[in-house]
């Protein structure tokens, strides 16, 4: 069976310093791979997303970047972070099935907190 | 036109009734449309999910009914439990084109059942 896997679980990080989320993906190929924010506990943004090696979508113009190394491996960065960048991150699969709408499988994030 | 609209904010129930969330959509181009369920300090999971050539889906407790000339669907948990819960959201899916099964989703709906 698939699983996915998101670490660290809680982060606390100063303004200004830099970033590294990780996810990876266990038990399936070529998945599609996105990377969410939430914030208060509602309403997910879709942040990046990526159907291969080394191709990103950014959704959204921010201070963040996505990089996928390898193929079940999806990295969330930044080079300084702000304030604004708390919240819940959320990593996410899907099978690459574009004929037909496929379920979205979430990781159990990592909570940000910017000081 | 790629906006899902949920209600209610938030659903308040005693247990053992019925708890009905609502979804509605303007794109008629979706084709997948999945619920979401999520608990505080988690990811969202995968609880339910319809395709528009049904108008209904169930899964024990849990219901899909949908409206295809009406671009509406709902969600109806019967026999509601405190366990249930939650924070609920509604998603859709356009599998076609460049969407590259990027999902859209509801602003969610925190469901409280009193015991």
């Known amino acids: 069976s698939q699983t996915i896997h998101q670490w660290p679980a809680t982060l606390v990080q100063p303004v200004g310093s830099p970033l590294s989320l990780e996810c990876t993906v266990e038990g399936t190929s070529n998945p599609n791979l996105y990377w969410y924010r939430q914030a208060a506990g509602r309403g997910l943004q879709l942040l990046f997303y990526?159907?291969?090696?080394?191709?990103i979508s950014s959704e959204v113009p921010q201070n963040l970047s996505a990089s996928r190394p390898q193929d079940r491996q999806f990295i969330l960065s930044s080079k300084k972070l702000l304030l604004s960048d708390s919240g819940f991150y959320l990593c996410?699969?899907?099978?690459?099935?574009?004929?037909?709408?496929?379920?979205?499988?979430f990781g159990d994030g990592t909570r940000l907190s910017i000081l | 036109q790629q906006q899902v609209k949920q209600s209610p904010q938030s659903l308040i129930v005693q247990k053992g009734g019925i708890s009905i969330i609502n979804c509605a959509y303007e794109n008629t181009a979706f084709d997948y449309f999945p619920w979401y369920q999520q608990f505080p300090g988690k990811g969202p999971a995968l609880l339910i999910a319809?395709?528009?050539?049904?108008s209904e889906k169930k899964e024990g407790r849990f219901t899909i009914s949908f409206n295809k000339s009406a671009k509406q669907f709902s969600l109806h948990i019967m026999d509601s439990q405190p366990g249930d819960s939650a924070t609920y959201f509604c998603?859709?899916?356009?599998?076609?084109?460049?969407?590259?099964?990027?999902?859209?989703f509801g602003q969610g709906t925190i469901l409280t059942v009193h015991p």
């Open positions: 998603a859709a899916v356009n599998a076609g084109g460049t969407s590259y099964g990027k999902l859209t």
């Open positions: 996410a699969w899907s099978l690459r099935r574009n004929r037909a709408g496929q379920p979205q499988h």
């Open positions: 990526s159907v291969g090696i080394g191709q």
């Open positions: 319809i395709r528009p050539d049904v």
